[in-house]
C-alpha cells in the first residue's frame, strides 16, 4: 500500500500562485509515477500533471502546460504542483495519486485538498 496526503489548497487570486504538496510513504519502492488529478463541481476527474517516480521525468495535460509545474523532492517523498498564472478554471479539489509499476491506472489516492482561484 501506498499512502499519499495532500495539503497546501487555499483560495488564491487569479494570476496568483500556489504550491500543492503530496507527502508519500508506505511501499514508495513499488511506485512507478506520481500525478495530480482535479475535480472541479459537476465535472469528471481529469489529468493535471505526472512525474516519474524514478527519472523525474513529466508529463502535462495542455490545459496547465507552461503554467504548473510538477516536481518532487526524493528525500522528503513528497510531489509537488506548482501552480502559477492561476484561472478561475482551475478552481476544483486536487488530488495526488500513485501508480504501481506494471499497473495500469492509478490505484491510491489522497483525500484531495481544495484550490479556488477567484476572479
Known amino acids: 500500500q501506498v499512502q499519499l496526503v495532500e495539503s497546501g489548497g487555499g483560495l488564491v487570486q487569479a494570476g496568483g500562485s500556489l504550491r500543492l504538496s503530496c507527502a508519500v510513504s508506505?511501499?514508495?519502492?513499488?511506485?512507478?509515477?506520481v500525478g495530480w488529478f482535479r475535480q472541479a463541481p459537476g465535472n469528471e476527474r481529469e489529468f493535471v500533471a505526472q512525474?516519474?517516480?524514478?527519472?523525474?521525468?513529466?508529463y502535462y495535460a495542455n490545459s496547465v502546460k507552461g503554467r504548473f509545474t510538477i516536481s518532487k523532492d526524493n528525500a522528503k517523498s513528497t510531489v509537488y504542483l506548482q501552480m502559477n498564472s492561476t484561472k478561475p478554471e482551475d478552481t476544483a479539489v486536487y488530488y495526488c495519486a500513485a501508480r504501481r509499476r506494471l499497473a495500469t491506472r492509478y490505484e491510491d489516492w489522497g483525500q484531495g485538498t481544495q484550490v479556488t482561484v477567484s476572479s
Open positions: 512525474i516519474n517516480w524514478s527519472d523525474g521525468s513529466t
Open positions: 508506505g511501499r514508495t519502492f513499488t511506485i512507478h509515477a
